[in-house]
């Protein structure tokens, strides 16, 4: 259920070959949702695990409480299933109806109570009911009995089965354990991401608010491992397989792409996030709202382009970049003294003292030696000289 292919090319992700994302994207939508506190109040991780250990039908298994045990689990499964039905890139991949606990039980009705006589047993109708469950009819006119109510055989009576009950209460006990493997994986994998991915990307990967080298990279790398318990390292990375295998894009051209198997979400994230720093597809937090968004090549930013909620015309990235630039000019020298000169060229260009072609040659000439100024390959006042001309 939570396993799936992720086939990697540049700065594009496909998995299972239909569902394409740019690398970081599935991180980015994990990092915006406000699951978090809920699931580590809860502890849905350590609850998980402990249901599954009183599910599995052995001789000391909790008997009494068994159907209790069932809806108390099936609680925590339906509100984890909510989560993936909004996130990728399980919204996309799931296939629906999303197999329940309770199906994974009913496909095992033989070890549960039904309350039925035996000839109710061989006639199943849809007005076949008992304290334990309502028959079914499928499309293909099959009757069945599904159970609502879950009261296991007598623990005793598990040392009766025979070999081939045996058989199939080691299968049961397997296909329950999987399946909570499958949810507390993809619950500590959630964790993973705003205990780890998020902590690293504030603190660390926009330290210089740019994008970084290689080596930058690999020290902020090993300063967050050496200072943080929670770290990349704690994360097992694991891989099924690897091979290279053409898809088309979607222009129809054929494009040799990196295909691996992930049968955990983190492990995915993991692979992902560092293959698309290579490419400076990296998640950033925006500084007006808040939000995370996906820088994705091209050039460093700071603010992301969502509308703002007052004023529809502008973005979060207009009003950063204007109070980026009013606190440049507040508390940089070089920048005050751009200011003040772009203020005063333009005044003479609106009074016709300066032709269009004429500013435009000094604004490049303005920029061009204020990076020179601010990179430090001419002194300040020859700078402040040249530039007030």
Not at 28 to 42: H, P, Q, V, Y
Request: hydrophobic share 35%; net charge neutral; proline share 3%.
């Amino acid at each position: 259920m939570f396993a799936f292919k992720a086939y990697f090319w540049h700065g594009d992700v496909y998995i299972n070959k239909k569902y394409k994302y740019a690398a970081g994207e599935i991180l980015t939508a994990s990092l915006n949702t406000d699951f978090f506190d809920r699931i580590e109040g809860e502890d849905w991780s350590a609850q998980l695990k402990k249901y599954k250990k009183k599910l599995l039908l052995s001789q000391d298994m909790d008997y009494l409480n068994y159907n209790s045990n069932v809806y108390k689990a099936s609680d925590i499964l339906e509100r984890i299933n909510d989560l993936l039905m909004k996130l990728p890139p399980y919204k996309d991949i799931l296939t629906l109806p999303i197999k329940r606990l309770d199906d994974i039980l009913n496909d095992y009705s033989i070890f549960f109570e039904n309350g039925l006589k035996n000839d109710e047993r061989e006639n199943i109708t849809w007005d076949t009911v008992s304290e334990y469950g309502t028959g079914e009819i499928d499309d293909y006119g099959k009757g069945r009995f599904y159970l609502h109510k879950f009261a296991p055989e007598e623990p005793e009576k598990i040392l009766e089965y025979d070999k081939n009950f045996a058989n199939e209460l080691q299968n049961f006990n397997r296909k329950v354990s999987d399946f909570f493997d499958g949810y507390t994986s993809f619950v500590e994998s959630y964790l993973v991401v705003h205990r780890i991915f998020a902590l690293f990307i504030d603190a660390f990967l926009h330290q210089k608010e740019t994008f970084l080298n290689d080596n930058e990279l690999a020290e902020f790398f090993d300063a967050f491992n050496k200072t943080h318990g929670m770290n990349f390292q704690n994360i097992p990375c694991r891989m099924n397989s690897f091979r290279y295998k053409s898809l088309k894009d979607a222009s129809g051209n054929s494009i040799l792409c990196e295909e691996i198997h992930f049968d955990d979400l983190q492990s995915f994230l993991y692979f992902d996030f560092f293959h698309g720093i290579k490419y400076n597809y990296i998640p950033n937090k925006c500084k007006q709202c808040g939000k995370y968004f996906l820088i994705q090549g091209g050039k460093y930013f700071s603010y992301c382009d969502k509308k703002l909620a007052d004023d529809p015309r502008k973005t979060c990235r207009d009003i950063g970049s204007r109070r980026r630039y009013g606190d440049k000019c507040k508390n940089d020298p070089i920048w005050q003294t751009y200011n003040r000169a772009y203020k005063a060229h333009y005044a003479r260009y609106m009074k016709k003292k300066m032709t269009v072609s004429e500013f435009e040659q000094w604004s490049r000439f303005a920029s061009e030696i204020r990076d020179k100024a601010i990179g430090g390959e001419i002194p300040f006042d020859a700078y402040y000289t040249e530039i007030r001309r």
